[in-house]
């Protein structure tokens, strides 16, 4: 099993979107996922899924329900040859607030919960070949053991000074208590500046270089990913349809244009995993 934390400096940098397409592409392919939404300060994932009842992954942790409970299998919703399972986070505001609250104590209890939970989908009926956490961004107690119960944390980043910056800032604060091997993607691209091969290439090493040099850490470069102005398009027009009472549902273009540029790239990103 391949366990995975998607993480980030800043929120809005696309963890759910890459999270959510990552997992659709390899279960697409006959891999069995298991996709968590660990984002229990801004839960997210449940967003791409309204109509799915399950109980919230919440109630394993709080509240002693079992795992089997608190996950669901997208096989069959979207004719997927591997499983995809999914565990989705509370978005109420007293579940929010009550994580945010979480002490030393609890937040011991909760790493040996999630190492638990590892456990039990590495086996069967799961027998999960990636496991994919979807963090909250910068740090905190639920984000630190996110990576001890993973062995790879991939971070997200624009190509922006202050992202870039404190994406090095988070990882000089994590590698000297942390073990994870360490890859980063590079999110919402504008694709005219990925035409050039060669000067991608550079700027790959560059961001490499940077961070070795600043942390120690030998990070890999996993890709870069376009921006995907249909899914802006998209994302407006639900928004403008949802405001004159229309229902809406979010796309995975995973699912709905697995051809697009931004999909395309996605797969060559899989195919460097660890
Ligand atoms: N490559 C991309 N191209 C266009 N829009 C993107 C891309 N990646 C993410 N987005 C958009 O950015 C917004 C934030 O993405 P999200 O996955 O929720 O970020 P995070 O989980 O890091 O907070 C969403 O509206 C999403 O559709
Ligand atoms: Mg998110």
């Known amino acids: 099993m391949l366990s995975l934390a998607i993480h980030s400096n800043k929120g809005g940098v696309g963890k759910t979107t890459i999270g959510v397409n990552m997992a659709m592409l390899l279960a697409q392919e006959g891999k069995n996922v298991c996709l968590v939404d660990f984002d229990f300060a801004g839960p997210n994932l449940f967003t791409f899924f309204n109509k799915i009842n399950v109980t919230y992954l919440n109630e394993y ?52 919960d999630a190492m638990k939970l ?19 961004p910068g740090l905190g107690v639920i984000n630190v053991n996110s990576f001890l119960v993973t062995d790879t944390i991939l971070f997200l980043i624009k190509f922006s000074n202050s992202d870039i910056n404190g994406t090095v800032n988070l990882i000089s604060g ?14 919402n691209i504008p694709p005219e500046h990925l035409v050039n091969e060669s000067e991608v290439r550079n700027l790959e090493k560059l961001v490499v ?27 407006y027009m639900n928004a403008v ?34």
Not at 82 to 92: E, H, Q
Not at 243 to 262: C, K, Q
């Open 209 to 235: 270089g940077k961070i070795k040099e600043q942390t120690g850490v030998d990070i890999s470069f996993l890709g870069w990913l376009p921006t995907d102005k249909e899914l802006q398009s998209i994302e």
């Open 61 to 112: 942790f709080w509240n002693e329900k079992a795992v089997d409970e608190c996950v669901y299998n997208l096989k069959d919703d979207y004719n997927l040859k591997g499983n995809l399972f999914i565990c989705l986070a509370d978005p109420s505001s007293e579940s929010v607030t009550a994580t945010l609250e979480l002490d030393t104590v609890a937040g011991m209890k909760m790493l040996q």
């Open 118 to 136: 590892k456990n039990i989908l590495r086996k069967k009926p799961y027998e999960v070949d990636f496991l994919i956490f979807d963090n909250t």
């Open 241 to 274: 349809k949802n405001l004159n009472g229309e229902e809406t549902e979010r796309v995975i273009h995973a699912v709905t244009l697995p051809d697009h540029p931004m999909m395309m790239a996605l797969r060559k990103v899989i195919k460097k995993l660890p």
């Open 174 to 187: 994590l590698i000297d208590v942390l073990n994870n091997e360490t890859a980063i993607i590079a999110n």
